[in-house]
């Protein structure tokens, strides 16, 4: 019984608006990092931390949180799509264990995700079925959101649940840091979108999904050159909130309302939910040590771009 965890934001503008070269090798550098100490530590489960884009979850049902049985990338911003390797005995004994420790989380045996949950796959393993993995949606875009403390409460029930496992555990949160890409809110779309948004977008056409991208790529572009036309990326907070998880205070996050994070980082920060999760369940293993940590506030993809990683500051000498 051991684990590691590894936070990293994604992003799906990679390859269409990039930042220059020497920040690409520097995000380059990070992730080849991370995936080497990945497969130094070479995990036999992935429990994985990710949001929805209103690729996979929509109104018709909006759960706070969902444990997938089985699950299917789209293949959104080019990202590798196809099944992902879900052990179903594992998920469904999480999805009990989760409600027995009194948190609500929703299941789904045909889990649809998008680059939250493919990109992290593709980057820090590999491919999305290389390790058996465990998809986690925390919702993060569409209100009402969880709350912090439920992310935490969330995480810590798993995290006690993989302890039961006797495997080699890694954690991944995927999502954040500050950001506010264009994303649609149900209460200011016209009735079209809102039908899409209630579940009609599931399937989209392929012209549609393409538009859709190019108002991203668009919207990625303007805010290079007008840090105004979006909300904008808040370093300060970033760094406080790297602070807080490589510290382990993670409960001094339950006080944020989701109001106030949407007004001081972006109302796509909420994706850093993902990070207190996975933090929270690798602190069921004992008090833990962060290293690997980087950050960088990256305009071109919408972005207060950061990783952290971290591992229990105890073995048992068993597995030694």
Request: aromatic fraction near 10%.
């Amino acid at each position: 019984m051991s684990a590691f965890l590894q936070c990293l934001s994604h992003t799906p503008l990679v390859g269409y608006v990039d930042p220059a070269q020497a920040v690409l090798d520097e995000v380059d550098g990070v992730i080849a990092r991370a995936r080497a100490e990945i497969e130094a530590f070479d995990p036999e489960l992935v429990f994985l931390f990710a949001p929805d884009h209103y690729n996979g979850f929509f109104y018709d049902v909006m759960p706070s949180f969902c444990i997938g049985m089985a699950a299917r990338a789209i293949g959104d911003f080019d990202t590798a799509a196809g099944a992902l390797d879900v052990p179903q005995a594992l998920a469904e004994g999480c999805a009990d264990a989760v409600l027995a420790a009194g948190v609500d989380a929703a299941v789904s045996y045909c889990m649809q995700v998008d680059h939250g949950f493919a990109q992290p796959l593709e980057l820090l393993l590999g491919d999305l079925d290389r390790c058996p993995v465990i998809p986690v949606f925390v919702n993060s875009v569409a209100v009402p959101l969880p709350s912090f403390q439920r992310a935490r409460l969330f995480g810590e029930a798993i995290g006690r649940y993989a302890r039961t496992l006797n495997k080699r555990v890694l954690f991944i949160g995927s999502g954040g840091l500050s950001h506010q890409p264009p994303v649609p809110e149900l209460a200011k779309v016209d009735a079209r979108m809102a039908d899409r948004l209630m579940g009609s977008g599931r399937d989209l056409p392929a012209d549609e999904r393409d538009a859709r991208q190019q108002r991203v790529i668009q919207a990625a572009r303007r805010f290079v050159e007008d840090q105004d036309s979006l909300h904008p990326l808040n370093p300060v907070w970033d760094q406080q909130f790297l602070d807080a998880l490589a510290d382990n205070r993670l409960a001094e996050l339950d006080g944020l309302g989701n109001a106030e994070l949407s007004a001081l980082a972006g109302k796509s920060t909420h994706e850093v939910k993902t990070w207190v999760a996975a933090f929270a369940a690798l602190s069921a293993f004992g008090p833990y040590h962060a290293s690997g940590r980087y950050y960088r506030p990256i305009p071109e993809w919408i972005a207060g771009f950061g990783a952290l990683a971290a591992r229990p500051a105890f073995t048992d000498p068993k597995e030694a």
